[in-house]
């Protein structure tokens, strides 16, 4: 690469606008910022242009690019990304829930990818496919040596193209071949009645469709089941269109109430978003459930509905993303996504947890700082706190999975039980009634114990550094006949922790039954009755002093 060329790839990049130049007013009032972002530029086309030439292996221009760009904007905040041609459907997908493909999960299993949940009237359901059905080849290619990204790019496809899939399925080989479709991953995968009079909606993101989808399941409920208090269940929600939050909110509280603010370094991103239409109802009981993977758009509509005191919130407190992304398109069809504001809620607060703008040495984040944490007040005068997520108004402690149940699920004992268990019973009971009686647990505790499950704990693992501790503190040798009565009384059995945490592994081995028979929504129908929050919930609205006075702030 030659001086000239050289110079009119810096020239083209300025008159081109791209990511710098989006906003030429701001740098147009700072010259000093101009100059740094031009000599910039010219430094990284030298370093580029030396290590095009001299460097001992010839290097990848466009992967040795994207390293650089990744790691400029990890430096700001890790929802500020670039988006190379190849990932732009992966990221539409996000936005839109939308795909052409077979309308299956996948994931790895061993050396195979199997397949892991069809959704309901997918291709890959209407063809047969299974959960746990090995794939082997697709259109006459072996696959059995892909990886998960690798092989969801050989399913999907254009919508009305065919796609020919060899499985193993048991010790049988079988071959089908599937028609794509447009695959729309629904934003509530359920809803129902809890009572008589108590309504549910889950919603797992807030795609474009999202709040079409829960305002139809809102008047099904009321229309259809009589439904007069709601139970609204955000947890595990990661966000999505802010847009979608505030028609969301705007189901519950009059038309023109504000619902969020966003504020940024340009003016244009500075604007207020307010209900825009009639609500479904402004009167009805509701509890918003919440947790600490609750985030963004989640948090818009927890944290406007207690600000306005429209919403109970029950749960954990959220996860604290207070930011706003947009997309801008650069050239070759990329895009960068970048945080342009950041949003308030009704209130005044913006709930962002993580102070990306003082990073230390290392580059690591820190919360707000608490001396930077201010109080505001919500309609009827209670005090709510910003830089923290949203606190919710009753509050559930965390609870974990146990380190055997975790272990049966990574190394999917559960779901290999599961699978084995569909072959033996062509129906079960309905999602929600359906539990697995004491025999058929224990038929899974010998099945388990047939397979190569290394169990451990967490005292054995804390055991383990304390002893390595004290070795270097030189303590070992004199407790070293502690240390080994204690190892014997805390080193873990598998059958009888089987046994300890019964209630909690068979409630995910039911889960993970059910959705072999009725998809994700059976699987989420299956857990209302077991699921702690869904009874507090319950609690706080079938007492109405107790809503009513949390709400008032007494």
Do not use: W
């Not at 190849?86 to 299956?104: A, C, L, N, P, V």
């Not at 975790?406 to 559960?414: F, P, Q, R």
């Amino acid at each position: 690469m030659n001086k000239k060329l050289t110079y009119l790839l810096l020239l083209l990049t300025i008159i081109s606008g791209g990511v710098i130049f989006t906003s030429t007013r701001v740098l147009n009032e700072n010259d000093e910022n101009l100059f740094e972002i031009s000599k910039n530029i010219r430094v990284m086309t030298g370093v580029y242009e030396k290590l095009n030439t001299y460097y001992v292996d010839e290097p990848v221009p466009g992967k040795l690019m994207k390293t650089g760009i990744d790691a400029m904007l990890a430096s700001l905040d890790p929802y500020t990304v670039y988006i190379p041609q190849s990932k732009i459907e992966d990221y539409r997908y996000m936005t839109t829930g939308q795909y052409g493909g077979i309308g299956s999960l996948i994931q790895k299993h061993g050396d195979y990818i199997v397949i892991s949940e069809p959704y309901e009237n997918s291709p890959a359901a209407k063809a047969g496919l299974k959960a746990g059905d090995i794939l082997l080849e697709v259109d006459g290619e072996d696959v059995t040596d892909k990886e998960v990204p690798d092989m969801s790019l050989y399913l999907k496809g254009g919508p009305g193209t065919d796609v020919t899939i060899k499985y193993k399925r048991g010790t049988i080989i079988n071959e089908v071949t599937l028609k794509r479709e447009e695959i729309k991953v629904p934003d509530v995968p359920y809803f129902g009645m809890l009572d008589d009079k108590t309504g549910y909606v889950k919603l797992n993101s807030f795609t474009q469709t999202a709040s079409q989808e829960v305002g139809s399941a809102i008047h099904h409920l009321i229309d259809s089941s009589g439904m007069t208090q709601l139970v609204f269940d955000l947890r595990g929600n990661g966000g999505g269109l802010l847009h979608e939050a505030v028609n969301i909110v705007n189901f519950f509280v009059p038309k023109g109430e504000l619902v969020v603010e966003t504020k940024g370094r340009l003016s244009e991103m500075n604007r207020e978003y307010k209900t825009l239409n009639n609500p479904i109802d402004v009167n009805m009981p509701i509890v918003v459930l919440i947790d600490d993977h609750s985030a963004s758009a989640s948090e818009i509509v927890s944290g406007s509905l207690q600000d306005l005191d429209r919403a109970v919130i029950v749960g954990e407190t959220s996860y604290g993303k207070g930011l706003v992304q947009q997309t801008k398109d650069l050239e070759f069809g990329s895009m960068v996504k970048l945080t342009v504001a950041k949003y308030y809620t009704p209130s005044g607060r913006c709930i962002q947890k993580l102070d990306y703008s003082n990073k230390n040495e290392l580059g690591e984040v820190a919360e707000v700082h608490d001396s930077l944490i201010a109080t505001f007040k919500t309609k009827n005068g209670r005090e709510v706190k910003d830089g923290r997520g949203v606190d919710p108004d009753v509050q559930i402690p965390a609870e974990f999975l146990s380190v055997l149940s975790t272990e049966l699920v990574i190394g999917h004992h559960i779901f290999d039980f599961a699978t084995e268990y569909e072959t033996k019973h062509t129906s079960i009971d309905k999602a929600k009634s359906f539990r697995l009686s004491d025999q058929e647990y224990i038929d899974f505790v010998n099945f388990v114990k047939l397979k190569d499950v290394h169990h451990t704990s967490q005292s054995m693992e804390l055991m383990n550094e304390l002893k390595e501790i004290a070795k270097d503190e030189k303590y070992y040798e004199d407790s070293k006949e502690e240390f080994e009565a204690l190892f014997i009384k805390l080193t873990p059995s598998l059958e009888s922790d089987l046994m300890r945490y019964k209630d909690e592994i068979k409630e995910i081995l039911e889960s993970e039954i059910v959705s072999r028979y009725y998809y994700s929504s059976g699987r989420l129908e299956n857990a209302l009755d077991q699921d702690e929050y869904i009874s507090i919930a319950l609690e706080v609205l079938n007492d109405s002093g107790r809503y009513s006075k949390i709400l008032s702030g007494e």
